[in-house]
């Protein structure tokens, strides 16, 4: 036997007793979201390499030592997207999508990151995202906000937290970063190699370090909320108030930088402490200059992104995920005549009945074999048709939920009988 390939690490597949889960959560967000006015975009997988330096900022741990990046067979340096904002707000300027008018967008699908694998932690993992343009007052903010609550409550999810922070406009950030360096520059012999390498080039990045060792020294730096000006605190504390009303409950956390450059204003997080170091959901905020930064009229635009891996698994350890649904009908056939005639009945319950949920015995075997395979399927009724109910125009119906009970009906009469099956267990 040939060596097997095994898969690429990092990249799980959804196996199919998974996917039903996958399109529950989908078909949650899908509706809730085409329901409040966002409309679907997809997006390529593969940008240029430049579009992400540019939105994502170069000196990020994404940009520096997690993309997928490869000179195509024409030499263009190409990435598989870590993300999906870039590639949104790319193919929404390519498209004239942006221009004098407002943008209610969502996407799903998968990104690449080069990251550690853990458990919630992945190579290829699948986010759905939002981003909405030309919505300059923190509504849309408040919008989305309350958007992902409801999912939350939809999806009988409990304990996220809500983590907030603003981060100013670029002005307040470029004064707020001459006093984090001089903070930092004071205590440089205790920055890691990482940190002092972006005191020159990125120092905010710094307050995003996930070293240990650091810390106590983060913990101690100046807080860019006490040095934002009047407007953007004014901004901040009205999308406080806002969500104070609807009761949506938040901690704001001054130390919140997120690790993407293009932010100002509003970011977030939603967070759990049920999946270990992976504690982030979902996260987003406010991203006005990028629109302009690549390439687009300057505007101003507010999105997230939550991870689905992450979703299902917290749904999975709260016991929250629905029970997958049954087949209706199985139906088993002996000999040629009863599958000419078995075909032509499973039609016409599906012509008849919305949704009905029928499957067709394939591979023959013998009424054993057929029935373990109804019983397997999970369905609720076995049909059985073997060269007896052809010749008598009739059909055999095994209930398999209930033990020994069995009835043969006329054909002619059968979608009637399922119809008021179907009814009475549906209510
Ligand atoms: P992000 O925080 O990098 O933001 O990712 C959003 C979510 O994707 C995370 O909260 C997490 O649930 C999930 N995620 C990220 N990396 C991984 C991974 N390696 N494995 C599994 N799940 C992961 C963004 O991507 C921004 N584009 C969000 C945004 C949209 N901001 C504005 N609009």
Redesign the pocket.
């Known amino acids: 036997m040939a060596n097997k390939i095994r898969q690429v690490k990092?990249m799980p597949p959804v196996l199919p007793e998974s996917t039903p889960n996958w399109q529950y959560v989908e078909s949650k967000f899908r509706h809730l979201l085409q329901s409040s006015g966002y409309a679907e975009i997809r997006m390529p997988l593969l940008e240029h390499t430049e579009l992400f330096k540019r939105s994502i900022g170069e000196v990020t741990d994404?940009v520096e030592k997690e993309m997928y990046t490869f000179d195509d067979l024409n030499g263009k340096s190409l990435t598989l997207r870590?993300?999906?904002?870039?590639g949104?707000v790319r193919t929404a300027i390519d498209n004239g999508l942006l221009h004098n008018q407002k943008q209610r967008l969502w996407y799903a699908g998968p990104?690449f990151?080069h990251?550690n694998?853990q458990a919630?932690?992945?190579?290829q993992?699948?986010?759905i995202?939002?981003?909405a343009f030309g919505f300059a007052d923190t509504d849309i903010e408040l919008e989305h906000l309350v958007l992902v609550s409801r999912l939350w409550k939809e999806l009988g999810l409990a304990n996220m937290t809500l983590e907030l922070n603003t981060l100013g406009t670029s002005e307040e950030r470029l004064q707020y970063k001459k006093i984090l360096v001089d903070y930092f520059q004071q205590q440089q012999d205790l920055l890691d190699e990482d940190s002092i390498r972006r005191l020159g080039s990125n120092p905010l990045r710094i307050l995003d370090s996930k070293n240990p060792q650091m810390a106590e020294l983060i913990g101690n730096a100046p807080v860019l909320l006490d040095h934002l000006g009047e407007e953007s605190t004014g901004k901040f504390n009205r999308l406080l108030a806002l969500l104070d009303k609807l009761q949506i409950a938040y901690t704001v956390n001054t130390r919140l930088v997120?690790?993407?450059d293009?932010?100002c204003h509003t970011v977030y997080?939603?967070t759990t402490n049920e999946l270990g170091a992976?504690s982030?959901?979902?996260?987003?905020?406010r991203?006005d200059g990028l629109v302009e930064q690549l390439g687009g009229r300057a505007g101003t635009?507010?999105?997230?992104?939550?991870?689905?891996?992450?979703?299902i698994m917290l749904l999975e350890k709260q016991n929250s995920l629905p029970e997958p649904e049954r087949p209706d009908i199985y139906l088993v056939m002996l000999g040629d005549q009863a599958q000419e005639t078995g075909f032509v009945i499973a039609e016409t319950l599906r012509d008849a009945i919305a949704n009905i949920r029928v499957i067709i015995n394939c591979g023959g075997g013998n009424m054993k074999a057929q029935i373990k395979r109804a019983d397997k399927s999970g369905a609720e009724l076995a049909l059985f048709l073997g060269e007896d109910e052809v010749n008598s125009g009739q059909i055999s119906i095994k209930y398999l939920r209930e033990e020994g009970k069995q009835i043969k009906i006329d054909q002619q009469k059968l979608v009637e009988f399922i119809r008021k099956h179907i009814s009475q267990r549906t209510g």
């Open positions: 990092g994404i870590p993300e999906g904002t870039a949104c990104m990151r990251e694998t919630g932690r992945y190579r993992f699948h986010q995202g939002v981003e997120r690790g993407l293009y932010y997080e939603w992976q982030a959901v979902c996260a987003g905020g991203f635009a507010v999105g997230f992104a939550m991870g689905i891996e992450r979703l």
